[in-house]
């Protein structure tokens, strides 16, 4: 089993940066991936990025490369740095995981609010 807390969510006003964090328990070695989606209100959810164990990264293109993902292996973490944030990335984000049998876990989610 894995366990996915995330943390780091809040309001900022647009142009503003902020970063989410996702604090991984239990099976890490079973992990392929980890990455964050995203879903607002009245949508649905959407993939937002992901980083491999190969440390290789993925990203939705509709960001526009305003995001980034990292892993702070020390800590068993993974951050999303976003910048020059805009109302529309108003949503919940949520951390998910990836087995390597293809298995996939998420958190609880944590509130992302960009506003003035």
């Known amino acids: 089993q894995v366990q996915l807390v995330e943390s780091g969510g809040g309001l900022v006003q647009p142009g503003g940066s902020l970063s989410v964090s996702c604090a991984v328990t239990?099976?890490?070695?079973?992990?392929?991936?980890v990455g964050w989606d995203r879903q607002a209100p009245g949508r649905q959810r959407e993939w937002v990025a992901t980083i491999y164990n190969n440390n290789v990264k993925a990203y939705n293109v509709s960001l526009r490369g305003r995001f980034t993902i990292s892993r702070d292996n020390a800590k068993n973490m993974v951050i999303l740095q976003m910048d020059s944030l805009e109302p529309e990335d108003t949503a919940i984000y949520f951390c998910q995981a990836t087995t390597w049998a293809e298995t996939d876990f998420w958190g609880q989610g944590t509130q992302v609010t960009v506003s003035s």
């Open positions: 239990g099976r890490i070695d079973s992990l392929s991936a």
